[in-house]
């Protein structure tokens, strides 16, 4: 009895202080449609953090899940795609790619008609996993749908009750709730201070200190004058937000979701996003018919709470010539991130830097003294918006020639395109250019001369992204590096292909190429790098790494870049990056059976490394970085995703100075 208690001790002991993830659970269940048709209905419970890539994703991205079902020589009929649930896209800045992902739940369906009597159906699941900070190498789950019993047949091969009801053909299974409100806030701030921004153009400054004492001298006492104030500002706020639920309802949650990934919806994105700087930079005004405003004011004249709220309709429409391209352009971007919410939220926020001005200058009206008078400043807000509108334009285009793999709009050719832009914004600022609504400017005050000079500041910043400069500060705007026509800097020369280029020189060690954009020498192969590692007498790092790896990514982009790591890298250590995703098949003297998986092959590369990482280090995620000697002994303890430089050099200056 104590033996077995000892055992289970230890056994508890080593899981718990093992990193052997596992973060998704898959379980299966089967909805008869008829005799010989059935929905095969696969769910993905994934934890808390993590996220799984969907079905399709573009090439170049992370591995998508991937479904394969055995037709039994075709006994078996697959009818369609396996569909799947609605998800999450996000504009991805690691790869400069749309990627939809799963969080916490997954149900993707799959409809079969058997030919034959079958108890059961097999498949497969490959899929691919990350968090915040770390990914799992593809992982390959066997699928088993029971056809015969109304069970659900789980990963480990238990069986729970469960009924399986008849249903129509044509109806389709229900979904679980998944709306994430990640970026809700960030929609939020972005359309308050867009707000702001509003407030501040010829339209709606001006109105005000008329509305306010408006409001003031028709009330008979200050409170009832604050009241309807404040009822004036909730008006507004009521507006603005019905117009983001309408947007909401027309598009609806599936048709929001594919703005981000849908080529045609970028393309007229950035014509609508053209047309609105257009405006703003003075070429024609966006007015909506006189006729809709004189009704309006016609009912405003009613008074009472509907006259109020009408009254807030009509500045609606009456500043709509400068509100209106703030307006498209917060609906467009909150539209395409993909959540059904995120328009309401805009214009919520929106809405509500609108609105407040009205109820505070109500309450306090001796601050309206305060206010700077209106003149040619306002126009200048007005410019300087249809400069950022005409930038922004060029973000949804590229988004579309990425979808398509143009390479019209390429990286060095977008960053041109944003140095000519905020150059001439720097110009503007400076007085050197007027447009056509511009007051003649006889000096620049103070603030316009601070604002030019951090335009032009950033216009320089971005030059040095023509010859390979990472851009840190932008790097959500413009494409990947890769996707340019010099990936690696100018007179560097691209070679081979994937995500992962490879440098090919005549002097170099067998097996090593120079991994860019920073030609650090890399081995992908375990034994010959060990091998020159011992021949030279430098210590090994190991970098269990993925061509499909996010943060491993932004460890080579903003770690790995930076001089003292990058002198480690190329002089102290002989650097062995192992692909856990590497699809390329094993020789066949190589092809084992798994250890992990007993019955199952090896058949790629990337199993073996991922193999390899796991028994030996009892951990499966990446990045995972190892230091150790000829004898692979670990120098210092193993480290995953460490985004602290400072951090990063002290573990590998620590691990080196262990070396003998």
Same mark, same amino acid.
């Given at each position: 009895?104590?033996k077995?208690?000892?055992?289970l ?10 990193q ?5 659970k898959?379980s299966?269940?089967?909805?008869k ?5 059935y929905?095969l209905?696969?769910k ?7 996220h799984l890539y969907?079905q399709?994703v573009?090439e ?6 991937t ?10 009929k697959?009818i369609?795609?396996t569909?799947e ?6 504009d ?5 790619m749309m990627?939809?992902?799963f ?6 369906e799959q409809?079969?008609e058997v ?13 691919m ?5 770390r990914?799992l ?18 990963e480990d ?7 399986v ?6 109806e389709?299974g ?7 409100k990640?970026g809700?806030w960030?929609?939020?701030?972005i359309?308050f201070?867009s ?8 339209c709606?400054?001006?109105m005000i200190?008329?509305t ?15 009241r ?6 909730i008006?507004?706020?009521?507006i ?6 309408l947007v909401?309802l027309?598009f609806?949650a599936?048709a929001?979701n ?14 609508l996003?053209?047309?609105?700087a257009?405006s703003?930079?003075g070429?024609f005004?966006?007015?909506l018919?006189?006729?809709?405003a004189?009704?309006v ?11 109020i709220?009408f009254?807030? /309709? &009509? !500045? $609606?429409?009456v500043?709509f *010539?400068c ?7 917060l609906?467009? +971007?909150?539209?395409a991130?993909g959540?059904?919410?995120?328009p309401?939220?805009g ?6 830097a609108?609105a ?5 200058f109500?309450?306090f009206?001796?601050?309206l003294?305060?206010l700077?008078?209106?003149?040619g400043w ?9 400069f950022l509108? /005409? &930038? !922004? $334009?060029?973000?949804?285009l *590229?988004n579309?020639d990425?979808?398509?793999q143009l390479h019209?709009? +390429?990286r060095?050719?977008?960053?041109s ?9 720097a110009?503007?600022l ?5 447009l056509p609504h511009d007051?003649?400017?006889t000096?620049i005050s103070?603030?316009r001369l ?5 335009v032009?500041s950033?216009?320089?910043?971005m030059?040095?992204?023509?010859w390979?400069?990472p851009l840190n500060?932008? *790097?959500?705007?413009?494409?990947p590096?890769h996707?340019s026509e010099?990936?690696?800097g100018?007179?560097?020369t691209?070679?081979?292909s ?8 005549d002097d170099?060690?067998?097996g ?5 954009p ?8 375990y034994?010959k790098g ?14 269990f790494t ?8 932004k460890?080579?982009?903003?770690v790995?870049?930076?001089p003292?790591i990058?002198d480690?890298?190329?002089n102290d ?8 995703d ?8 190589e092809v084992v ?5 007993p019955?199952?092959k090896l ?5 073996k490394?991922?193999e390899l ?5 009892k951990?499966?995620s990446?990045?995972f970085?190892?230091l ?8 210092i303890?193993?480290?995953g995703?460490t985004p ?5 050099y002290?573990w590998?200056?620590?691990g ?5």
């Amino acid at each position: 009895m104590k033996k077995t208690v000892l055992i289970l001790v230890l056994v508890y002991c080593s899981n718990m202080f093992s990193q052997i993830l596992d973060p998704v659970k898959w379980s299966t269940s089967v909805e008869k449609i008829s005799e010989t048709k059935y929905k095969l209905i696969t769910k993905a419970s994934i934890e808390s953090g993590w996220h799984l890539y969907a079905q399709n994703v573009p090439e170049g991205g992370p591995i998508p899940t991937t479904f394969t079902y055995d037709d039994e020589g075709g006994a078996i009929k697959i009818i369609g795609n396996t569909s799947e649930d609605e998800g999450h896209t996000v504009d991805d800045p690691v790869f400069g790619m749309m990627i939809k992902f799963f969080e916490k739940s997954a149900v993707f369906e799959q409809t079969i008609e058997v030919s034959e009597d079958k108890k059961a159906v097999n498949g497969t699941v490959e899929f691919m996993v990350c968090d915040d900070s770390r990914c799992l190498p593809p992982t390959e789950v066997d699928l088993v749908f029971n056809l015969a019993a109304n069970t659900l047949v789980t990963e480990d091969g238990t069986n729970t009750k469960e009924t399986v009801r008849t249903i129509p053909e044509n109806e389709t299974g229900p979904f679980p709730e998944s709306g994430s409100k990640k970026g809700l806030w960030g929609i939020f701030f972005i359309a308050f201070l867009s707000g702001f921004a509003a407030l501040l153009t010829p339209c709606v400054f001006p109105m005000i200190p008329m509305t306010v004492s408006f409001f003031t001298k028709q009330s008979k006492n200050k409170a009832k004058g604050i009241r309807n104030a404040i009822i004036y500002g909730i008006s507004i706020i009521v507006i603005y937000v019905l117009l983001g639920t309408l947007v909401s309802l027309i598009f609806g949650a599936d048709a929001l979701n594919a703005l981000s990934t849908n080529v045609w919806f970028n393309v007229a994105f950035f014509i609508l996003l053209l047309v609105f700087a257009a405006s703003f930079l003075g070429a024609f005004e966006i007015m909506l018919p006189h006729s809709w405003a004189n009704k309006v004011d016609r009912q405003a004249d009613r008074g009472g709470l509907i006259g109020i709220f009408f009254m807030a /309709l &009509a !500045l $609606a429409i009456v500043s709509f *010539s400068c509100t209106g391209p703030i307006v498209g352009t917060l609906l467009v +971007e909150a539209a395409a991130g993909g959540n059904q919410i995120g328009p309401i939220i805009g214009m919520l926020g929106f809405s509500l830097a609108i609105a407040l001005p009205f109820a505070l200058f109500a309450a306090f009206p001796g601050w309206l003294n305060s206010l700077p008078k209106s003149g040619g400043w306002l126009n200048t807000v007005k410019v300087v918006l249809g400069f950022l509108e /005409l &930038a !922004l $334009a060029f973000k949804f285009l *590229s988004n579309a020639d990425l979808v398509l793999q143009l390479h019209w709009l +390429e990286r060095e050719v977008f960053i041109s395109i944003w140095i000519a832009i905020f150059g001439a914004l720097a110009f503007y600022l400076f007085g050197k250019i007027r447009l056509p609504h511009d007051s003649p400017v006889t000096y620049i005050s103070v603030g316009r001369l601070g604002l030019g000079l951090l335009v032009l500041s950033f216009t320089i910043y971005m030059v040095p992204g023509l010859w390979g400069a990472p851009l840190n500060l932008i *790097s959500a705007f413009p494409p990947p590096q890769h996707y340019s026509e010099s990936p690696y800097g100018v007179g560097h020369t691209q070679l081979g292909s994937g995500n992962v280029q490879e440098g090919n020189h005549d002097d170099l060690p067998d097996g090593a190429h120079l991994m860019p954009p920073h030609n650090i020498l890399t081995f992908n192969d375990y034994g010959k790098g060990l091998a020159y590692a011992k021949k030279v007498g430098k210590p090994v790092m190991i970098d269990f790494t993925g061509h499909a790896c996010v943060n491993c990514r932004k460890m080579e982009q903003n770690v790995w870049i930076k001089p003292k790591i990058l002198d480690i890298l190329k002089n102290d250590v002989v650097l062995i990056s192992l692909y856990v995703d590497d699809k390329r098949p094993l020789e066949a003297g190589e092809v084992v059976e798994s250890k992990l998986k007993p019955g199952k092959k090896l058949k790629y590369i990337g199993q073996k490394w991922s193999e390899l990482q796991t028994i030996k280090y009892k951990t499966n995620s990446q990045p995972f970085y190892v230091l150790m000697d000829h004898n692979e002994e670990n120098l210092i303890e193993p480290v995953g995703y460490t985004p602290d430089v400072e951090e990063y050099y002290t573990w590998l200056k620590t691990g080196i100075s262990k070396f003998e």
